[in-house]
């Protein structure tokens, strides 16, 4: 895996984010990876990455497993923050997906990217 500081020099970063399935593997593949993204494993990762403004995809799971307080971790908690970056125009517009098989986790994602969306179709008509 790359390291944090080469992801920075990168100016254009497709992500993928989810705690066991390597975007490279064919089980991510089924998902819809290309094979070529970042893979990042928690919402702490994927939204340090999300705030340097390189990212210009993002394929989201809904459950990242469970950090060390024994707290779960999910996708969800990236997609509530695309949506304020979104909303504050603090990244540019980028292309997402979602590969979670969490029926409610999806529907939060989709919500949330859907609205951010939104907020990047005010901000080009400004």
Known sequence: MRT???FV???????WVDDLRDPKESDAKRKGASGDEVWVKTPEEANRILATGNVVSI???????IDENGQDLSGT?????IQGL??????PR???AIHT???GKFKSMTMD???ADDFWDRHEQE
């Open 4 to 6: 944090f500081s080469k």
């Open 113 to 115: 990217l859907t609205r």
């Open 77 to 81: 908690e990236v997609s509530k923050f």
């Open 59 to 65: 394929s989201l799971d809904g459950d990242l497993g």
């Open 101 to 103: 098989d969490n029926g």
């Open 9 to 15: 020099e990168s100016q254009e970063i497709r992500l």
């Open 94 to 96: 980028l292309q997402w």
């Open 86 to 91: 979104a909303f504050n125009n603090q990244i």
